[in-house]
């Protein structure tokens, strides 16, 4: 079994309740609320974003919660751990999923998306045993962080020292950053279906790309993940399905 991490606020008995409820076995992690809390080793990297207020609090809070359960991989030295956030519902195959998804991925997997809302085309990798389900490279990395899968190498990464000046789920959006090998599993054993307001401010102004040169960057850092050939593919497949003027299925490029 995949030690699970749960992410709670102590204001959000409810999320608990819900989240309790679903049948899995979890060790909460008591989620920072805001910036006033923030542990000592995190305050330095998170010092410009409260300082030119590029994230709200409550983003910020998010954030470092995502950086103590990451944190908690590595002191206990986890193989690798699940992450969930409290607002997500889990599908009945979601543990068997996880347990399969991390035997199949290939040597050296940092980061596994468990909630993804897939919009855009994916690369197969493998089938999941006994599952409808597969194991995929992103041709655009998903903005989710509501359920995933982090290993040890993923974690030391992603927590080495620098600052952290945009939400955690973009960050990993722009995974050349921390050079975190991520993966999915489609379709998503876990969505979040809106069942609770969202407890982080956004005013949705703020642009957190890290430029130009770093995206350009980015590209081919995934070219090379998912090949050349498939990104392509796969970004034709994009524009095909746009064309027709309604979602379709997401294409799977084999």
């Not at 998170?46 to 950086?67: K, Q, R, V």
């Not at 809106?194 to 980015?218: M, T, V």
């Not at 998912?226 to 064309?243: E, F, Y």
Request: aromatic share 8%.
């Amino acid at each position: 079994m995949i030690p699970t991490f749960l992410i709670n606020l102590d204001r959000a008995p409810d999320r608990l309740a819900f989240m309790a409820g679903q049948g899995i076995v979890f060790e909460r992690i008591p989620g920072i609320d805001g910036t006033s809390n923030l542990p000592g080793w995190l305050r330095p990297q998170f010092a410009g974003a409260i300082a030119d207020a590029t994230m709200s609090a409550g983003e910020i809070g998010c954030y470092a919660s995502h950086l103590v359960c990451a944190d908690e991989i590595v002191e206990r030295e986890l193989a690798c751990a699940i992450v969930l956030e409290d607002d997500v519902t889990l599908e009945p195959d979601f543990m068997a999923t996880a347990s399969l998804a991390v035997a199949a991925a290939p040597a050296g997997w940092d980061y596994i998306h468990l909630s993804t809302n897939y919009k855009r085309a994916v690369v197969h990798v493998c089938d999941l045993p006994g599952r409808s389900r597969m194991l995929v490279r992103h041709t655009r990395l998903p903005v989710n962080s509501a359920a995933y899968i982090l290993s040890q190498a993923g974690a030391r990464k992603w927590l080495r020292e620098r600052p952290r000046a945009r939400p955690n789920d973009m960050d990993i959006r722009y995974a050349w950053l921390d050079d975190l090998d991520v993966f999915g599993v489609f379709p998503a054993p876990a969505r979040q279906l809106g069942n609770f307001q969202s407890s982080i401010r956004h005013d949705g102004k703020q642009r957190w790309s890290p430029g130009i040169a770093s995206e350009l960057y980015g590209l081919v850092w995934q070219a090379r993940r998912v090949g050349a050939g498939n990104l392509v593919k796969a970004r034709l497949a994009d524009l095909r399905s746009r064309s027709r003027g309604r979602a379709r299925a997401v294409p799977v490029i084999q």
